[in-house]
């Protein structure tokens, strides 16, 4: 945290505004117009409103309260907001171009998991980065040495850090600040602090182990279980997720019908004309939120469509989610071949459709759920070659509707507006994707 976020990324925009202890550019062309740099920080206080709220705090103007700007902050800044709001800034792209691999190689490493091949890459990453550096910013100046404090040469220890000691999520200051935090309350002796937290680290490592061998989390747990939200609903054929108010008192009107007919009869290979006599008996339901409940962390995704905004909500109605698509759709001769697909879109609507009795049409034999998620799709033009393998999107105009189950919906994704359009961020990294491992044999 403090060698990143407190030092490097600061001093980066100390550079890019002119401040840096009275240093100019010398013979480089890396200092942003005052207007520029304005023109970012307002973007950046403006993301947060298009921002899901579970992905931090609202950043403030980077530009007039700066001290009240974290190390947190930062970092999502860099992560995320700095990639999109720089684009085209600069007036040599080169610069731009340094900062974009300095975010891939902190990408690679705050992964989950490492290879020896990607920590090789870091290694050789951040010597490329800190020549170029050398170059561009300190211009190989012994008048200029100041620009090099020792958190730039501290960047070329980083993957040795990794092999001593495994992956930087591990013992980076965020998570050991929150570790220690969990301790704190393990202290009951003012006189023996240490032996209190000794005491307490392996009581607790004694009780982590119970639970994962004797498969005993639930029993064993030390705090009380979350209730469900007043108004929400649980179907045991979703375990994964539940809805959350507020419903809608009014059934869908026709089109929407439509739309959830054409669902259920892709999904259970009937016709549309079975679907429909078979939906003039079920409950057919409108909610306004569902939240994953697969992960402590689940996502809490709101329809546009139903409830009411607050004037300072942050917009939670645009998701990430995954699709089958038959990669020969256009050639009707050939055999379907299938692959999963990621698309992003706007949840528009979230549908509950119970039929009380079994309903040979739809093939089920006892009474039957199905949830779905109606989303209108943001049609991509990935066109920066800059950003590939960033995971950061780019539409500039809604698409089709898509009516789909809603377990095929992951996560929350976050949107900073553009200049043609916008730009979409998704934090939740490979670990969070789903798989598609192909049909079982029958």
């Known amino acids: 945290m403090h060698l990143i976020w407190e030092n490097l990324v600061k001093n980066l925009t100390l550079l890019w505004t002119g401040e840096f202890k009275g240093f100019d550019e010398g013979n480089g062309e890396y200092e942003l117009a005052k207007a520029v740099w304005e023109a970012i920080a307002a973007s950046t206080s403006s993301a947060s409103d298009t921002i899901p709220s579970a992905y931090g705090s609202r950043i403030p103007n980077i530009a007039k309260d700066r001290p009240n700007v974290s190390a947190e902050m930062w970092s999502f800044w860099t992560l995320y907001l700095g990639p999109v709001l720089l684009r085209r800034r600069f007036r040599d792209v080169k610069y731009y171009r340094h900062f974009i691999q300095l975010v891939r190689l902190l990408n690679l490493c705050l992964q989950f998991e490492i290879t020896d091949n990607e920590i090789e890459e870091i290694r050789t990453g951040f010597i490329s980065w ?33 092999v001593f000691c495994g992956p930087v999520w591990c013992y980076w200051a965020f998570p050991m600040e929150r570790y220690c935090g969990s301790v704190q309350p393990g202290i009951r002796s003012r006189r023996f602090p240490w032996a209190s937290i000794d005491r307490y680290v392996t009581e607790i490592a004694q009780l982590t182990q119970i639970k ?60 549309m004309a079975q679907v429909n006599s078979a939906l003039k008996t079920a409950t057919v339901e409108e909610w306004g939120k569902v939240r994953r409940v697969d992960s402590e962390e689940g996502d809490t995704m709101c329809s546009c469509s139903v409830g009411t905004v607050a004037e300072d909500s942050r917009d939670a109605t645009y998701v990430r989610y995954e699709m089958l698509v038959d990669k020969n759709a256009r050639s009707k001769k050939k055999q379907p071949d299938f692959e999963l697909q990621t698309f992003y879109g706007q949840l528009t609507h979230i549908y509950r459709i119970h039929f009380r009795d079994p309903c040979p049409q739809l093939r089920t034999d006892r009474p039957t759920t199905y949830i779905l998620a109606a989303i209108r799709t ?47 961020i998704d934090r939740s990294g490979a670990l969070a994707r789903a798989q598609w491992l192909g049909e079982e044999d029958t």
């Open 130 to 162: 800190v020549k170029v550096y050398e170059s561009e910013y300190f211009q190989n100046d012994v008048n200029r040495l100041p620009l090099c404090p020792l958190t730039i040469h501290a960047l070329l220890h980083i993957a040795d850090g990794i």
């Open 212 to 271: 994962t061998v004797y498969n005993v989390i639930r029993e064993l747990s030390l705090t009380t279980p979350r209730a469900l939200p007043r108004g929400s609903i649980s179907d045991p054929d979703y375990p994964t997720c539940i809805l959350l108010p507020p419903r809608s008192p009014h059934r869908p009107d026709s089109k929407q019908l439509k739309s959830i007919a054409a669902a259920l009869a892709t999904r259970s290979k009937a016709t």
């Open 378 to 424: 943001c049609v991509l033009t990935d066109d920066d070659v800059d950003l590939d393998g960033l995971d950061i999107h780019f539409y500039t105009r809604p698409g089709a509707l898509d009516v789909i189950d809603v377990t095929s919906v992951q996560a929350l994704i976050g949107r900073v507006k553009e200049t043609n359009g916008w730009a979409i």
